[in-house]
């Protein structure tokens, strides 16, 4: 079955940088894209980007551009979204999810809490 | 980047209530819309795909119209377990996925 295994809970000071984890199991790791959401508490959800694993093309939201960086491993079937440059206003929970092209986020992972704070 | 606007933003309704959501983009994206569910502490779970097709396991009191830049999501009678956060998302831009800021749907 198909399974999107997220790294766990970070703590960061701001302005450190951190680094999440997301391990496909279960289907083709090359042949679906894998999109970043994040969502603050108690708000709603946000696009930050996406990696095809295949090639590694990446296309981040405007918002992130320069500060996030997301990359693969196929030999571990795993993607990376790092942030940089932390603030208070990053924390959230950090959802990794599978997609087709202009197809639905069908798998997500078990996201990942960040919290942010001197 | 393609907007997408979502109405309400909350919903008060009861349980047998037929209720119905609204989602708007900025331009056309084809029938290029999905609609998840979300309840607290949990990932989203994906409803609807290309507008109105039903997810397998999803009831079917669940469906989806629309297409271009409008777009409904309905729930024909409210259960207990249906009260959640709906959102909408385009895929029309394979690389640049957006989200409606959801409905919260309350009792």
């Known amino acids: 079955q198909v399974q999107l295994v997220q790294s766990g809970a970070e703590v960061k000071k701001p302005g450190a940088s951190v680094k999440v984890s997301c391990k496909a199991s279960g289907y083709t790791f090359t042949s679906y894209y894998i999109h970043w959401v994040r969502q603050a508490p108690g708000q709603g959800l946000e696009w930050m980007g996406v990696?095809?694993?295949?090639?590694?093309?990446?296309s981040y939201a405007l918002k992130f551009q320069g500060r996030v960086t997301m990359t693969r491993d196929t030999s571990t079937s795993t993607v990376y979204m790092e942030l940089s440059s932390l603030r208070s206003k990053d924390t959230a929970v950090y959802y990794c999810?599978?997609?087709?092209?202009?197809?639905?986020?069908?798998?997500w992972g078990q996201g990942t809490p960040v919290t942010v704070s001197s | 980047d393609i907007q997408m606007t979502q109405s309400p933003s909350s919903l008060s309704a009861s349980v047998g209530d037929r209720v119905t959501i609204t989602c708007r983009a900025s331009q056309s994206i084809a029938t290029y819309l999905n609609w998840y569910q979300q309840k607290p502490g949990k990932a989203p779970k994906l409803l609807i795909s290309a507008a109105s097709s039903l997810q397998s396991g999803v009831p079917s009191r669940f469906s989806g119209s629309g297409s271009g830049t409008d777009f409904t999501l309905t729930i024909s009678s409210l259960q207990p377990e249906d009260f959640a956060t709906y959102y909408c998302?385009?895929?029309?831009?394979?690389?640049?996925?957006?989200f409606g800021q959801g409905t919260k749907l309350e009792i």
């Open positions: 999810a599978r997609a087709g092209y202009r197809s639905p986020l069908d798998y």
């Open positions: 990696i095809y694993p295949s090639v590694g093309t990446t």
């Open positions: 998302q385009q895929s029309y831009s394979s690389l640049m996925f957006t």
